[in-house]
Antibody, heavy 121, light 107 residues
Framework: EVQLVQSGAEVKKPGESLKISCKGS????????IGWVRQMPGKGLEWMGI????????RYSPSFEGQVTFTVDTSIATAYLHWSRLKASDTANYYC??????????????WGQGTLVTVSS | DIQMTQSPSSLSASVGDRVTITCRAS??????LAWYQQKPGKVPKLLIY???TLQSGVPSRFGGSRSGTDFTLTISSLQPEDVATYYC?????????FGGGTKVEIK
């Protein structure tokens, strides 16, 4: 069974750094892109970008370029979303997602359960 | 980048009604369009991809179609369990942009 299991909720202060995780199982982790989606409180879905675990190629959405960093550790089949300096406006639920097919960036059929990040002084 | 304009932003309909949601792409995206359903407090669920292909396990009352750069999600007979927000998403080249969402409620 394919699963994406994300790390737990976080409460941080502005200016702090944070890395949240997404562990894939039930499929060949290095063959499928992993994407990230933001959902701010009461708002819609926003595409942040995507990373290919096979070679760590990343494609950031323009709105998130320079604001976050995607990495992977293929030895433990885990993808990460990293902030170096959080802002209050980063408060949101973050989902990791996996596309329908291997090796291509297409729409996504598997979603993690979400990680709620709260940034407040 | 290609923009996705979804309408209406919300609608209220009676059980059994036919419901239509539209998504317009700012450029040609061929059939690279998906629809998601997000129930309150839940993770989004893929309903349709490639504009009209029903994802496995999705009830047949859901359907998708395309006319040029306009895409439509149709619920043929609205059920109480269909209360949710629906999003379109394009997956042609570039970012996989979502539409703004349509909140569907029961009248």
């Amino acid at each position: 069974e394919v699963q994406l299991v994300q790390s737990g909720a976080e409460v941080k202060k502005p200016g702090e750094s944070l890395k949240i995780s997404c562990k894939g199982s039930g499929y060949r982790f290095t063959s499928f892109w992993i994407g990230w989606v933001r959902q701010m409180p009461g708002k819609g879905l926003e595409w942040m970008g995507i990373i290919y675990p096979g070679d760590s190629e990343t494609r950031y959405s323009p709105s998130f370029e320079g604001q976050v960093t995607f990495t992977v550790d293929t030895s433990i089949a885990t993808a990460y979303l990293h902030w170096s300096r959080l802002k209050a406006s980063d408060t949101a639920n973050y989902y990791c997602v996996r596309p329908l097919r291997p090796g291509v960036v297409v729409t996504t059929d598997y979603w993690g359960q979400g990680t709620l990040v709260t940034v407040s002084s | 980048d290609i923009q996705m304009t979804q309408s209406p932003s919300s609608l209220s309909a009676s059980v059994g009604d036919r419901v239509t949601i539209t998504c317009r792409a700012s450029q040609d995206i061929s059939n690279y369009l998906a629809w998601y359903q997000q129930k309150p407090g839940k993770v989004p669920k893929l309903l349709i991809y490639h504009a009209s292909t029903l994802q496995s396990g999705v009830p047949s009352r859901f359907g998708g179609s395309r006319s040029g750069t306009d895409f439509t999600l149709t619920i043929s007979s609205l059920q109480p369990e269909d209360v949710a927000t629906y999003y379109c998403q394009k997956y042609s080249s570039g970012p996989l942009t979502f539409g703004g969402g349509t909140k569907v409620e029961i009248k």
